[in-house]
């Protein structure tokens, strides 16, 4: 099943699994969000719950137990339930099951909200602790954006406005998950972007960078803005290694997986929210389709 939001500026579109944004088109049909590919990579904007990446080697342990978790968590490939629908708002709600105890041993409520005005998209995330043990988790967005933003552009016709100028950089090793940490400077904030950079890097993590960012091309007139709340810490870059991976995704995290085996224990884990038995907590970014 498909849901629609719609008004006279934009068209969106999100499945019944993971509640995924899979199209923002604009008036004059322009698909601004990656169509999916099997071969290439098969998702278009998926959320991230209740890991960001990867544990080492798809494990962790909890209580002294071992649990298997799969790249960015569960909540991707979940059904949540459509609670709320009017023509600007989608909201969803999912609990913790008996599958996600499995993979998971926590008690959580997630809900889900997306709004639509005028040519941006608002997502807003409510994350509450409904058990009785702390609750630790990531929380993470993943939107592919379709490029060229015009026919006739390469990728390295685009950049991204990072807001700052110095930023740090998250270096990956072995994983990948993060290990060492350097300064980078982008001169006016404005990163070029590269395909043989990001392939070299894998993933490019930031922190210090602006809450506000924007994809563009200086040849063209059509650009995303996204900005983000203070709970996302890292702003990850990445694409497929493939010749016709046309997108780039620009995702915001509030945590990353950090290097080496002893910090899969999610009792002391590195990165992690943690709540208490009853709190919550909101995790927002907007995107904006000019």
């Not at 997306?114 to 409904?130: D, F, M, P, Q, R």
Request: aromatic share 14%; charged share 25%; hydrophobic share 35%.
């Amino acid at each position: 099943m498909l849901y629609e939001l719609k008004n006279g500026m934009m068209t969106y579109r999100f499945t019944e699994i993971g509640a995924e944004l899979i199209s923002a088109k604009d008036k004059e049909g322009f698909e601004y969000i990656w169509k999916g590919d099997e071969s290439i990579w098969s998702s278009h904007s998926p959320l991230l719950f209740p890991i960001c990446g990867r544990v080492e080697s798809g494990k962790y342990t909890y209580q002294g137990k071992e649990y298997a978790l799969g790249c960015h968590g569960f909540f991707h490939s979940s059904s949540p339930e459509l609670i709320f629908r009017d023509e600007t708002t989608l909201i969803f709600t999912l609990t913790e099951s008996q599958s996600t105890l499995e993979v998971y041993p926590f008690r959580f409520s997630i809900t889900l909200k997306y709004t639509a005005e005028g040519n941006a998209l608002t997502v807003s995330a409510v994350i509450k602790n409904t058990g009785s043990d702390v609750l630790p988790f990531m929380y993470g967005g993943h939107p592919g954006f379709a490029l060229p933003l015009e026919a006739g552009l390469k990728f390295n016709d685009h950049s991204i406005d990072l807001g700052n100028d110095t930023l740090t950089l998250h270096k990956l090793c072995g994983g990948p998950f993060v290990g060492s940490c350097e300064s980078f400077y982008a001169k006016g904030g404005i990163l070029p972007l590269d395909a043989e950079m990001i392939k070299e890097l894998d993933t490019v993590i930031f922190s210090d960078f602006g809450k506000s960012v924007r994809l563009f091309s200086d040849r063209w007139e059509r650009s995303v803005s996204m900005s983000f709340g203070e709970e996302f810490e890292y702003l990850c870059l990445w694409r497929a290694d493939h010749k016709d991976a046309d997108y780039i995704c620009i995702e915001p995290w509030s945590g990353v997986p950090k290097d080496g085996v002893s910090d899969e224990c999610f009792e002391t884990k590195a990165d992690m929210i943690r709540l208490n038995s009853g709190e919550e907590k909101i995790f927002t970014y907007r995107m904006q389709f000019n």
